[in-house]
Each structure stands twice: as structure tokens, then as C-alpha cells.
């Protein structure tokens, strides 16, 4: 009798995970890595890295606190953009005040440079994406 009690209670446990995957959205595997980054004052961000795990999807939470319009962009190795925040391309800023997260960005090991595309922004307001 307390063998079938535990197996039902485990039973329900591993359905209630399966849900919880579930919600996650695109697909199987842990959930993606949340990165933050801020616009500030100053034609700046917060910081001038973010570090990510290779081969796994992150998320980038942009946050626009610095009283202009702004953008996060991706640059992969060979310097093309790949990734934008708000999207879908690098024409489109985030209003002061505005946060947006991206899509899932995975990336092979490596250094990436990131930036924000308003013009004239790019000098002051770029960092690295450092994956390993
Ligand atoms: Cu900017």
C-alpha cells in the first residue's frame, strides 16, 4: 500500500515538471539564461560586458533608462548584426522608460560585440557579449 501511494505521488510530480517544460515555449532543455543591460544617462549602458554560456539560448532584457532612444544589437564574428532589441532590425529603438527582451540568442564560444544602432550612438554605447 505505500508502494502504490508513492508511485502515485510520483507520478504527479513528474507530470507536474513536464507542465512546468512545457510553459517554457520553443522546445526542450533548461530555460533560457536571462541577461540584463541598461541604457543610462550619458549616451552609455550599465555595463560594458555581458557573459553568456556557449551553445546555450540566452535572453537579453534591455532596459531603457538613459532619456533617449536606444537599442541593443548583437554583432556576430564576422560583423554582422544578429541579434536586436527592440527588433526585428537594427531601424527601431526602445523610448526611454521601455524595456523589451529578445528573442533566444545562441552563440558558439567567442567574443561579440554589441552596441546601440541609433546613429551616432555606437562610439559611447558598445560592450561585449563574452560566451565560453
Ligand atoms: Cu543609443
Known amino acids: 500500500m505505500r508502494v502504490r501511494l508513492f508511485s502515485v505521488g510520483a507520478a504527479i510530480i513528474a507530470g507536474l515538471s513536464l507542465?512546468?517544460?512545457?510553459?517554457?515555449?520553443?522546445?526542450?532543455?533548461?530555460?533560457?539564461?536571462?541577461?540584463?543591460i541598461?541604457?543610462?544617462?550619458?549616451?552609455k549602458y550599465d555595463k560594458p560586458e555581458l557573459d553568456a554560456t556557449a551553445n546555450q539560448?540566452?535572453?537579453?532584457?534591455?532596459?531603457?533608462?538613459?532619456?533617449?532612444?536606444?537599442s541593443f544589437v548583437i554583432k556576430n564574428?564576422?560583423?554582422?548584426?544578429?541579434?536586436?532589441?527592440?527588433?526585428?532590425?537594427?531601424t527601431t529603438y526602445l523610448?526611454?522608460?521601455?524595456?523589451?527582451?529578445?528573442?533566444?540568442?545562441?552563440?558558439?564560444?567567442?567574443?561579440y560585440e554589441f552596441y546601440c544602432a541609433f546613429p551616432g550612438h555606437e562610439q559611447t554605447m558598445k560592450g561585449n557579449v563574452v560566451v565560453k
Open 57 to 70: 539560448p540566452f535572453v537579453v532584457n534591455f532596459v531603457n533608462n538613459g532619456g533617449l532612444q536606444h
Open 77 to 90: 564574428a564576422a560583423g554582422s548584426d544578429v541579434a536586436f532589441v527592440p527588433g526585428p532590425d537594427k
Open 38 to 43: 541598461t541604457a543610462v544617462d550619458g549616451i
Open 95 to 111: 523610448d526611454n522608460g521601455q524595456s523589451k527582451k529578445s528573442a533566444p540568442i545562441t552563440l558558439a564560444a567567442g567574443t
Open 19 to 36: 507542465a512546468a517544460c512545457g510553459g517554457g515555449g520553443n522546445g526542450s532543455g533548461p530555460p533560457a539564461q536571462q541577461l540584463t
